[in-house]
């Protein structure tokens, strides 16, 4: 891959810069650092929260120059960080529903796993503590442990087990489900899957991207296109249902250069080039770039 050395590059943290984010994280703190120190802008698009993040110490890892180079897109749209001149993170923009809100989104969650249970006997289980959105565990039987990230195997195992309960519509039907019960309590839904989780809310990926894309160009004049966009999710679920990295793509990025470091078999939004390789081919490309 000619290697051409982008202004920014947005990735997703877990699976793509890390194994996982109990697993360290001083390989990538280190590629990282010399291209904060040349002013390359580093944007980390994750579903996680900041705590999450290099054990919630980030901010103790670079100088206060070097973190203003460094941007966070957390929480499935949630949160959108920046850091001041002190080298503090602060949140400057967000979308977050106030209590009855976020109650509404519990109660899409649990009617969901309701009608999963009651039409299908298919078992969920529910995490309530995010931000804006609810994960519903679609295989409570099968435990990541520290591997957060989408594991080979389960893309076949999920598909099995949809239709093992007569979900004939596989996820698709899943999905449109989540919008149908989300427009009946008057909200519009961003639900996605990485097929261990359904995850619905308010926003997604696609938020952060697009936020602080603006951001880049108001500030530095960053275009689209000379920006990279790295994650290991891409890979196609069903026929035109993609990953969580595939929210990277938005009408205003799509002019960027997308990467997948997975080596999952499947189909990728056409953007999206498969280099494979892991966190290693990550982390490679940030040291490639900083030569």
Not at 136 to 149: A, C, K, T, Y
Not at 160 to 189: D, F, P
């Amino acid at each position: 891959m000619s290697v051409v050395k982008p202004r920014a590059v947005f990735f997703d943290w877990d699976g793509t810069a890390v194994y996982s984010r109990k697993a360290p994280a001083d390989a990538a703190l280190s590629a990282m650092r010399p291209l904060l120190a040349q002013g390359v802008k580093l944007v980390i698009v994750s579903g996680t929260t900041i705590e999450n993040i290099a054990g919630g110490q980030l901010e103790k890892c670079f100088t206060p120059e070097e973190l203003k180079n460094l941007y966070l897109g957390l929480g499935r749209g949630a949160y959108n960080y920046a850091f001041d001149d002190e080298g503090r993170p602060y949140v400057f923009a967000d979308r977050l529903p106030d209590r009855e809100g976020l109650l509404a989104v519990h109660s899409i969650c649990f009617d969901i796993h309701k009608e999963l249970l009651k039409k299908y006997d298919f078992p969920t289980d529910i995490v309530f503590s995010r931000p804006n959105y609810c994960k519903i565990d679609l295989m409570v039987s099968n435990q990541r442990g520290d591997q957060l990230f989408l594991q080979e195997n389960e893309l076949l195992l999920l598909k099995e087990s949809l239709k093992r309960h007569g979900i004939e519509g596989g996820l698709s039907t899943l999905l449109e489900m989540a919008k149908t019960i989300g427009a009946s309590y008057g909200i519009t839904v961003a639900p996605t899957c990485d097929a261990k989780y359904l995850e619905v809310g308010l926003s997604s990926k696609s938020d952060n991207v697009d936020t602080i894309l603006g951001r880049l160009w108001q500030e530095f004049g960053i275009l689209p296109e000379e920006c990279s966009y790295w994650g290991d999710e891409y890979v196609g679920i069903e026929e035109g249902i993609f990953g969580s990295d595939s929210f990277m793509i938005t009408e205003k990025s799509k002019r960027g250069h997308f990467f997948d470091v997975s080596e999952v078999p499947g189909e990728r939004p056409q953007e999206v080039s498969v280099t494979g390789g892991g966190v290693e081919r990550f982390l490679e490309y940030l040291i490639e770039i900083n030569k």
